[in-house]
């Protein structure tokens, strides 16, 4: 399984960002995908997560109305759409994905909302 994602960066307060997680390894299409952050200091946390056909999607409460999380099954990769972003998003984010009981991570991608 490997995951990496990209798309990070420096971004001002309400601006837009869009992640992608690109996966191998695995039968992407079979399997549900997280998003989650880490912010120094704190615990990593989920941000969002999309069930494996995209038909379902959940959220944690900071991010629900403001960020989108979906997949392309035919290219192995989801995304996270993170819109009106907030200094307090800033963080780390990665993707995970889990296989039998085993967690996948990815490298992480760095966000930072700041003017």
């Known amino acids: 399984v490997h995951l990496v994602e990209s798309g990070g960066g420096l971004v001002q307060p309400g601006g837009s960002l869009r992640l992608s997680c690109a996966a191998s390894?695995?039968?992407?299409?079979?399997?549900?995908m997280s998003w989650y952050r880490q912010a120094p200091g704190k615990e990593r946390e989920l941000v969002a997560r999309?069930?494996?056909?995209?038909?379902?999607?959940s959220y944690a409460d900071s991010a629900q109305g403001r960020f989108t999380i979906s997949r392309d099954n035919a290219k192995n990769t989801v995304y996270l759409q993170m819109n009106s972003l907030k200094p307090e998003d800033t963080a780390v984010y990665y993707c995970?994905?889990?296989?039998?009981?085993?967690?996948?991570w990815g490298q992480g991608t760095q966000v930072t909302v700041s003017s």
């Open positions: 995970k994905t889990q296989s039998w009981a085993v967690d996948y």
């Open positions: 390894g695995f039968s992407f299409s079979n399997y549900p």
């Open positions: 999309i069930e494996s056909s995209g038909s379902s999607t």
